[in-house]
């Protein structure tokens, strides 16, 4: 239960939360951004056939 306390209390604790949120988002966001791409360069690819 102290490490609960200590990460939504002290500053290092909340810089924790934050770098977990932002990681977890980028790796939402890349993974969004490759499969669009890859869907792109598949159509592309068709098209050109």
Same mark, same amino acid.
């Not at 939504?8 to 939360?17: I, N, P, W």
């Given at each position: /239960?102290?490490? &609960?306390?200590?990460? @939504?209390?002290?500053?290092?604790?909340?810089?924790?939360?934050?770098?977990?949120?932002? /990681?977890?988002? &980028?790796?939402?966001? @890349?993974?969004?951004?490759?499969?669009?791409?890859?869907?792109?360069?598949?159509?592309?690819?068709?098209?050109?056939?």
């Amino acid at each position: /239960m102290k490490a &609960m306390v200590d990460l @939504f209390s002290t500053d290092y604790g909340l810089f924790s939360v934050a770098g977990f949120i932002f /990681m977890i988002g &980028m790796a939402i966001w @890349f993974f969004r951004f490759f499969l669009r791409k890859m869907a792109e360069a598949e159509r592309a690819q068709n098209a050109q056939r």
